[in-house]
C-alpha cells in the first residue's frame, strides 16, 4: 500500500486546513485509517482515526479536527480552530489486511 498525503501548510491560530491521503496498490480491504502527528522532540501521537464509519479522537483536538473517508481509499483530516501546539508533521497511516503502511508526513506549522 503506497500513501500519499497532501495539504499541509502555514498558518495563524485560529485558522485551518484539510489534509487528504490517498491510498494505492494492492487493497483487499482497509480496516483502519488514522492521521498521527509528531511535534519535534515529542513522540508521535494519535490524532485521529476511522474504522467502519466509527471514529476516534485524540483529546486535543476533540471538538476541532473531523476525521472522514471518501469511497475505500482517501481519508481527510480536516482542522479547524488550529493552535500552535498543533504544529507537526502529520503522517496518514492504514492498516489493511496484515500490513500496516505509513505516508512521508506533511508540514503543518501554526504560528501565534
Known amino acids: 500500500v503506497q500513501l500519499v498525503e497532501s495539504g499541509g501548510g502555514s498558518v495563524q491560530a485560529g485558522g485551518s486546513l484539510r489534509l487528504s491521503c490517498v491510498a494505492s496498490?494492492?487493497?483487499?480491504?482497509?480496516?483502519?485509517m488514522a492521521w498521527y502527528r509528531q511535534a519535534p522532540g515529542k513522540q508521535r501521537e494519535l490524532v485521529a482515526s476511522?474504522?467502519?464509519?466509527?471514529t476516534n479522537y485524540g483529546n486535543s483536538v476533540k471538538g476541532r479536527f473531523t476525521i472522514s473517508r471518501d469511497g475505500a481509499r482517501t481519508v481527510y483530516l480536516q482542522m479547524n480552530s488550529l493552535e500552535p501546539e498543533d504544529t507537526g508533521v502529520y503522517y496518514c497511516?492504514?492498516?489493511?489486511?496484515?500490513?500496516?503502511?505509513w505516508g512521508q508526513g506533511t508540514q503543518v506549522t501554526v504560528s501565534s
Open positions: 497511516n492504514v492498516a489493511a489486511g496484515f500490513e500496516n503502511s
Open positions: 496498490g494492492s487493497i483487499f480491504r482497509i480496516n483502519l
Open positions: 476511522i474504522s467502519s464509519g466509527d
